[in-house]
């Protein structure tokens, strides 16, 4: 029970103390779209969808999932992994072995962490990746701050669009299933991140005719990325932060 509790308040306080704040602002706003834990279908159907649309997406890729069969479908092998990177889209980092940063020691975390960055590595001829996502969305204070020394941006859970001063140790983001109702939210949350000058992240896993619960159909995908493609840019994580950290982000 006192361990249940602890994690918990961890886990509190790690979603509502903001680690690395950072203003926000991108003209006319920025939407990227994201896949977490790289399901073989992100990139063949996925990243298909976004090639179509000329735009690229960020990977959150736990190398240790490597070619295994799970409720995501069969997740990515080597080959997925040189593509997606030769076509222009970010390979970034989770935690090797999918573990929860709210639940594990930082120790733990950094040393898995440090596995997954370098067979990363060894996937893509030497890419070093640069932004990372917690697993679940699970979160601590201490893992937070520990990440956050070690990534340009950390991303999450929280539902929202990053707008005004946001921390960059667990960024907004929005599931694309949620967003591509028929009431058309996804419209309603693109316009609001144009409108602040934001930057809205989308993300889901597998792309699938029967998506898992976590995952979302090639529709829905690209519905939404057929509207954020012709009313602001596109890009993945790493030229956002690129372009956040420049004088003047270009317009659309």
Not at 89 to 102: N, P, S, V
């Amino acid at each position: 029970m006192r361990a249940s509790l602890s994690t918990h308040l961890a886990r509190k306080l790690g979603r509502f103390i903001p680690t690395q704040p950072k203003p926000v602002r991108w003209p006319g706003g920025v939407v990227s779209f994201t896949f977490d834990d790289f399901p073989k279908t992100a990139l063949t159907v996925g990243g298909a969808i976004l090639e179509k649309y000329g735009v690229h997406g960020t990977y959150y890729t736990a190398v240790n999932l490597a070619e295994t069969d799970g409720n995501l479908g069969r997740m990515f092998d080597r080959a997925d992994v040189e593509a997606a990177h030769a076509k222009g889209h970010e390979i970034a980092c989770h935690t090797f072995r999918h573990l929860d940063c709210g639940r594990n020691h930082t120790s733990r975390l950094l040393a898995d962490v440090d596995e997954n960055a370098a067979a990363i590595r060894c996937l893509t001829g030497g890419y070093t990746p640069t932004n990372f996502a917690f697993p679940f969305g699970g979160i601590s204070f201490s893992a937070k701050g520990a990440l956050s020394q070690r990534f340009a941006s950390c991303r999450g859970i929280g539902d929202g669009v990053n707008a005004g001063t946001a921390d960059f140790a667990d960024l907004k983001a929005v599931r694309v299933h949620q967003y591509a109702d028929a009431a058309g939210s996804y419209r309603r949350i693109v316009d609001e991140a144009r409108e602040r000058n934001g930057w809205l992240i989308f993300y889901t896993h597998d792309v699938a005719d029967e998506p898992s619960m976590f995952g979302c159909t090639a529709a829905q995908l690209e519905t939404i990325v057929a509207y954020a493609a012709r009313t602001c840019p596109v890009l993945p994580v790493r030229d956002v932060i690129e372009g956040l950290e420049s004088p003047a982000p270009s317009i659309f």
